[in-house]
């Protein structure tokens, strides 16, 4: 390549004189070439230790930085805490800021639930929710959505009598415009014992 390039020159057109000299290319021996490529690699491995600190700590596009997502966690589990507790006390004021407008759960049983008929089923009191442990809650971020995972240890009343049992839950908030973040989208799933019929 240096050999190529070092042909197409004509060092007096540079400098602007006419040549009307055919000039011949100049012979380069291989061994010449690491010598005259010397000046370009060292340029370039310079070029790449000092930029590619840069490259490499650049944070990917839409990833939090660290201090956002540290309080954007907080925010998360004080708003997980927050519906625990809706949940145990029938708040449906509490329920419904919560929710976004357009909520949309997946219950254990495989039904689908919008905000509205979450709410009404708690202020129905069909379904009372006597104890609600939560553990292993795990949070993510992808920009402006919060994945949430847990378990949940839960007992109650329902229409059909008393219930108790392990569920794992996937909660979807995305913060809006305001800048305060909202349930979207809600799944739970029964934890089945080993043998235990579904």
């Known amino acids: 390549m ?3 390039f070092l042909k197409s020159i004509d060092r007096r057109s540079l400098a602007e004189l006419p040549s009307v000299t055919h000039m011949h290319a100049a012979t380069i021996h291989p061994s010449q070439l690491i010598h005259h490529r010397r000046p370009y690699v060292l340029l370039l491995l310079l070029a790449l230790g000092l930029f590619a600190p840069v490259i490499f700590a650049a944070p990917q596009p839409g990833a939090m930085p ?24 029938a708040d449906i004021a509490t329920m419904n800021s919560l929710l976004a407008e357009d909520y949309m759960a997946i219950t254990p049983n495989g039904t689908l639930q919008t905000k509205e ?17 939560i553990s292993d ?5 992808y920009g ?3 994945l949430v995972t847990s378990q949940a240890e839960v007992s109650g009343k329902s229409a059909q009598g008393d219930f108790s049992g392990t ?3 996937t909660r979807v ?3 809006n415009a305001q ?3 909202k349930v979207v989208s809600f799944e739970a799933s029964r934890v089945r014992e080993p043998g235990e019929r579904k």
């Open 167 to 169: 569920y794992r839950y």
């Open 144 to 146: 402006t959505t919060a």
């Open 66 to 89: 660290k201090g956002e997502r540290h309080e954007s966690r907080r925010e998360i589990d004080q708003l997980e805490e927050a519906w625990r507790n809706a949940v145990l006390k």
């Open 2 to 4: 240096v050999h190529t």
């Open 117 to 133: 008929q979450a709410l009404a089923n708690m202020r129905s009191g069909v379904t009372h929710i006597a104890s609600l442990e």
């Open 137 to 141: 809650r795990r949070v993510r971020f």
């Open 179 to 181: 800048g305060k973040w």
């Open 173 to 175: 908030y995305v913060r």
